[in-house]
């Protein structure tokens, strides 16, 4: 049996990579849609009630505010990016891999600042694993066009 792919077809790792950053994409609206949600008030009485002050809670929930921001705009530009990476565009998915590795840093170096959100740590997973499957051999063979 050949494991080569036929010309022209788009390799399963492909396909599974453009999977993996759509469930990135969608996982990354999310968390936005959760911090940018998030009720405030009750927040702000259960920081002050653990003996914060109001400037630590105020630099606490603008920077729970930011990171439901940077997911956003992450989460959509992502998504928008997956579709060419999947149709064959190589230079996208240059593109797309420095930009999930970027998303991947942010998301790793935000969760060691707050020391919560440690759900976004299973995220960039995704995303590296998506990144690592696009340049398999049967991929890169595929968007060089042998």
Same mark, same amino acid.
């Given at each position: ?5 036929? @010309?022209?077809?788009?390799?399963? =790792?492909? %396909? ?12 990354? =609206?999310?968390?936005?849609?959760? %911090?940018? %949600?998030?009720? $405030? ?23 729970? /505010? $930011? ?5 956003? $705009?992450? !989460? ?11 149709? !064959?565009?190589?230079?996208? /998915?240059?593109?797309? =891999? ?31 694993? @998506? ?13 060089? !066009?042998?």
């Amino acid at each position: 049996m050949s494991t080569s792919v036929p @010309a022209g077809a788009r390799p399963g =790792v492909v %396909t599974a990579a453009y999977v993996l950053w759509l469930v990135a994409a969608i996982l990354l =609206v999310l968390v936005a849609l959760l %911090t940018l %949600t998030a009720p $405030v008030d009750q927040l702000r009485s259960a920081l002050e009630s653990q003996g914060n002050s109001a400037a630590d809670i105020d630099s606490y929930l603008s920077f729970v /505010r $930011v990171i439901g921001v940077v997911c956003a $705009v992450l !989460g959509l530009t992502l998504g928008f990016l997956a579709g060419p990476v999947r149709a !064959g565009h190589a230079m996208v /998915r240059r593109i797309l =891999v420095a930009l999930s590795g970027f998303a991947a840093l942010v998301l790793v170096f935000g969760v060691l600042a707050v020391g919560a959100f440690q759900e976004l740590l299973a995220i960039a997973l995704v995303l590296l694993a @998506a990144c690592m499957l696009v340049y398999r051999p049967p991929a890169r063979r595929w968007f060089h !066009g042998d």
